[in-house]
């Protein structure tokens, strides 16, 4: 397989998962109380990513994630250049897709009145800094469990050799448990480019004024989860013999 092949497959996943991830959060907001909420959006990331993963693992692995590709690199299934080659494609495909959700929701408002793609952010995973207990510190531990448990569910049901043969389902199963905790929270991304493809095009265009300052909590949380998940899982549980 090219790698060509894989950077394609892995900003189509990505594409997918951000698309129909800011887009079940848009339309949650246009519809407010009479919309899905957040049982809707968590079903929605866990479906889709669910499918990404499974559609994407035969070709690229089905990393669809950053934080993924890191803990891959961590424990040597990738090379430097090959992880950077994904995570790059992994962006450029949340950023399409955020351009494509902007492209639809744009100029939709509320029942109220107000703009959807300002008050939904464009759809980005963002936190509350002003809420009590909730600093970018809190922030980031809740970035960090949230996507130690994804990346735990990725080893044990994807990449250990033992593992049941149920594709993305498991991995996208965890994503849906996630956001129903971590989503009133932190928004629940668990994946770097889930949050920077969609929130650079709301930033862009006027929807989310904090892009930048919040960055941090999305790469450091999710990337410090994944590698802990990642080495533990592989020095720990994983059976040598098997793999």
Not at 96 to 123: E, Q, R, S
Not at 153 to 180: E, S, W, Y
Not at 227 to 236: G, Q, T
């Amino acid at each position: 397989m090219s790698t060509t092949n894989k950077c394609v497959a892995e900003a189509i996943g990505a594409f997918a998962l951000s698309f129909i991830g800011a887009g079940a959060i848009c339309m949650t907001t246009k519809m407010g109380a009479a919309g899905p909420g957040l049982l809707g959006v968590a079903i929605a990331h866990g479906i889709i990513l669910s499918i990404a993963v499974s559609a994407t693992m035969n070709v690229s692995g089905g990393h669809v994630n950053p934080a993924v590709t890191c803990a891959m690199l961590v424990t040597g299934r990738i090379s430097f250049v090959g992880a950077i080659q994904y995570i790059v494609s992994q962006c450029v495909g949340a950023v399409l897709a955020g351009a494509l959700v902007l492209a639809i929701f744009k100029g939709m408002v509320t029942a109220d009145g107000k703009n959807v793609t300002f008050l939904a952010g464009l759809g980005t995973p963002s936190y509350d800094d002003s809420a009590a207990g909730m600093s970018m510190g809190h922030a980031i531990l809740i970035e960090a469990a949230l996507t130690f448990l994804l990346v735990f569910a990725v080893f044990g049901t994807a990449v250990d050799p033992r593992a049941p043969k149920i594709g993305g389902f498991g991995i996208g199963l965890t994503i849906c448990a996630d956001i129903l905790l971590g989503g009133p929270l932190t928004g629940a991304a668990m994946n770097p480019s889930r949050t920077f493809g969609p929130g650079l095009v709301a930033f862009l265009s006027g929807n989310l004024p904090d892009f930048w300052k919040e960055q941090g909590v999305y790469w450091i949380g999710p990337i410090l989860g994944a590698v802990l998940a990642a080495l533990i899982y592989d020095n720990m549980i994983l059976d040598r013999k098997a793999a």
